[in-house]
């Protein structure tokens, strides 16, 4: 699922941050970020919520999308590279303990589904790297197909890990100010 971040910098722009989290097997694999026009991220807001996402407080954004950055390299996956360029959106927002709110993994193990965009070769990459970092058994994965039980699965997981964040975008900190997109 996706934890977007809003924070309005000093100038007035709004620096944006996309985490696209993995809290089945991969942590956070893949990251959008930019600056916007405060009324281009009114839009966005609007059009994320319009598609029944969840506000959550900036500390649980936070300590969920650390729990996955710690989660990922569990299973044999570091964090998308982009990660530490994206950190200061942060600010001096603190991460709440989510372990009560979230579950990673699937029945106990790493599961991996693959996506539209994930290739052969990427899901042969994905379970060999899972073979040796967890270990054959110790892991659950689907590949391929569009069959209903995927769908079904996908949709349980995107409705667990779907929590997206806005921040009130009067609020800025000297790390919003310095926020540069990559």
Not at 87 to 96: F, L, N, Q, R, S
Not at 110 to 136: E, M, N
Not at 162 to 175: D, G, P, R
Request: charged letters at 20%.
């Amino acid at each position: 699922g996706g934890v977007h971040i809003f924070r309005q910098a000093a100038d007035g722009m709004v620096a944006v941050v996309l985490f696209l989290v993995d809290a089945c097997c991969l942590g956070v694999k893949d990251i959008a970020s930019g600056v916007i026009a405060p009324a281009a991220a009114r839009e966005r807001i609007q059009a994320i919520r319009e598609k029944g996402s969840t506000d959550v407080s900036p500390g649980e954004a936070r300590g969920l999308v650390e729990r996955a950055v710690e989660y990922g390299p569990q299973n044999g996956f570091e964090p998308y590279p982009d990660y530490r360029k994206v950190m200061p959106i942060w600010g001096d927002i603190v991460a709440e303990n989510i372990d009560d709110s979230y579950v990673f993994g699937r029945d106990g193990k790493p599961f991996f589904a693959s996506g539209p965009f994930d290739d052969p070769a990427r899901c042969q990459h994905i379970v060999a790297t899972l073979q040796a970092k967890v270990g054959a058994g110790n892991f659950n994965y689907m590949v391929g197909g569009r069959d209903v039980e995927l769908s079904m699965i996908l949709g349980q997981v995107m409705q667990t890990t779907n929590q997206v964040f806005i921040e009130q975008m009067n609020s800025t900190t000297s790390a919003e100010a310095e926020y540069e997109a990559p």
